[in-house]
């Protein structure tokens, strides 16, 4: 596939890629993953994320405002809403752009990914800790089965269509978001410190308490 740089994934190196950066990053998720906080720290390492075009950074903000057992629909393709093809245009035609994808992710979208060429940075939690969230936040109760399934099955197609993916853990994220993000910053071949990427990350804030945790467990 050619793209509007006239670049296609033979004509160029590895190396050439690299360090140019010709390539766009995405971060995969089931939803109470992280996503959100994997997406403000690509965009600190100097990623272009691209939300929805029509919403200033605030707008947005307050408009999909998520509260306690309340569920807004709002990820249908990755953070964009109100103007898919115009937004999926930009992430193709800006080099170094990207979103956030909640999965399973669609034949439709992976065109998007493999059309760049994409780097996807795939959130994984323990099923068993989705289920808790999910309880604890939008009241439901769904199968583990189900995000175990969609996890495999996302890998599957990634690896299926030659996509390089790294696969980071919402906890060690958490425990351990210096030597996570070092590791983040150089698989997208990073051009920024890493210092505000890490402040971006923050341990104890949680849409959800403790309490209200352990009445859904």
């Given at each position: 596939m050619i793209d509007k740089y006239h670049?296609?994934?033979?004509?160029?190196?590895?190396?050439d890629i690299f360090s140019r950066r010709l390539f766009n990053v995405f971060v995969f998720s089931l939803p109470r993953c992280g996503s959100s906080m994997m997406t403000g720290v690509v965009e600190k390492l100097g990623v272009h994320?691209?939300?929805?075009?029509?919403?200033?950074?605030?707008?947005r903000e307050k408009k999909y405002a998520k509260r306690l057992g309340e569920y807004v629909p709002n990820e249908f393709f990755g953070e964009i809403t109100d103007n898919q093809w115009l937004n999926q245009l930009q992430i193709l035609t800006t080099p170094y752009a990207g979103c956030k994808m909640i999965m399973p992710v669609r034949n439709f979208h992976m065109d998007l990914v493999t059309g760049c060429p994409g780097k996807v940075i795939m959130m994984w939690r323990e099923p068993e800790e989705i289920r808790q969230s999910?309880?604890?936040?939008?009241?439901?109760s769904p199968d583990i089965s189900y995000f175990e399934s969609v996890m495999t099955w996302q890998e599957i197609e990634l690896t299926?269509?030659?996509?390089?993916?790294?696969?980071?853990?919402?906890q060690e994220v958490i425990d351990d978001p210096i030597n996570t993000i070092q590791d983040i910053a150089e698989f997208i071949n990073s051009p920024n410190d890493i210092e505000e990427a890490v402040k971006f990350v923050k341990p104890d804030a949680k849409r959800f308490n403790k309490q209200e945790l352990e009445i859904g467990i």
């Open positions: 670049l296609t994934k033979t004509s160029h190196t590895e190396d994320m691209t939300y929805n075009s029509e919403d200033d950074k605030e707008q999910h309880i604890a936040f939008y009241n439901k299926k269509n030659n996509i390089d993916y790294k696969i980071v853990k919402f």
